[in-house]
């Protein structure tokens, strides 16, 4: 099974210089080109289940990316987007909106973040930990259709009681396979999720297995694509923020369509 992750366009809060957080933000017209782009990309291998935070600039962005499905060319039905609002971008409680020499102001709270950065949270908002819980469950449940677990491993009635020993003997050996490319893995289907940086973050750094510590390591762009894969036992990333797709979007050089 292949779960792409999207970061939605660019929207106007991102170019406030405020701390945005669940902040209702809609897409500036380099969103909406972004938000194209990525579903210039993902066309060729859908339809499939299109996932999205509830926030207005990600549900945007799903919904430019399930439209080249809708034109009547898909042989399946055309999907609808699936708002769910574990999707969401980390709660940051009191200090929506409010510029970030605010939150460095705030020296007792900086200094909280500094001893422990994955569980402290801004008040009345969400610490890091909390936000990678809820979003993991909603990737558990995007997973259940596909008859795979958190694992990669299949479950439900994808590997019948009878297979389970010869599924556990040749289980290393099978997500080694794949994991390295050797063996391709089978078609069992796919899904998209649209989210936020901070979600987006907290799937890749659960799959890395990344440490606390270095949770802010690794970065989104606007219309980047990630990909896992999720087969034999091993969940695979095929790749991180891929943003080919992108090129001649760049907010410095942007000259927007007139559409």
């Not at 999907?79 to 605010?102: A, K, M, T």
Request: aromatic letters at 6%; glycine letters at 10%.
């Amino acid at each position: 099974m292949k779960l792409y992750l999207v970061r939605h366009g660019q929207s106007t809060g991102n170019i406030g210089g405020t701390l945005m957080g669940q902040s209702d933000h809609p897409l500036t017209p380099l969103g909406e080109d972004q938000a194209r782009a990525a579903a210039e990309r993902l066309a060729p291998f859908g339809p499939m289940p299109v996932y999205s935070s509830d926030l207005p600039r990600a549900r945007a962005t799903a919904g430019r990316i399930v439209e080249p499905w809708r034109d009547g060319k898909a042989a399946d039905a055309p999907p609808e987007v699936i708002l769910d609002p574990r999707l969401r971008e980390i709660s940051l409680g009191d200090y929506e909106g409010r510029p970030w020499q605010e939150f460095e102001a705030d020296t007792e709270l900086t200094a909280a973040f500094a001893e422990d950065p994955y569980r402290t949270a801004l008040p009345n908002g969400e610490s890091l930990e909390h936000l990678e819980a809820r979003v993991h469950a909603a990737v558990l449940d995007i997973l259940v259709p596909f008859g795979v677990d958190d694992s990669g491993a299949y479950c439900g009635n994808a590997v019948s009681q009878g297979d389970a020993s010869a599924t556990e003997r040749n289980g290393k050996a099978d997500a080694s396979a794949v994991a390295t490319g050797f063996v391709a893995v089978e078609d069992g289907g796919s899904a998209c999720l649209v989210a936020h940086d901070g979600p987006i973050r907290a799937i890749l750094n659960h799959y890395l297995g990344v440490p606390p510590e270095k949770w802010w390591t690794l970065s989104t762009t606007h219309g980047g694509v990630s990909l896992l894969e999720f087969a034999a036992g091993c969940v695979t990333i095929r790749f991180i923020n891929a943003t080919g797709h992108l090129a001649g979007l760049e907010p410095d050089r942007y000259v927007p369509s007139d559409d």
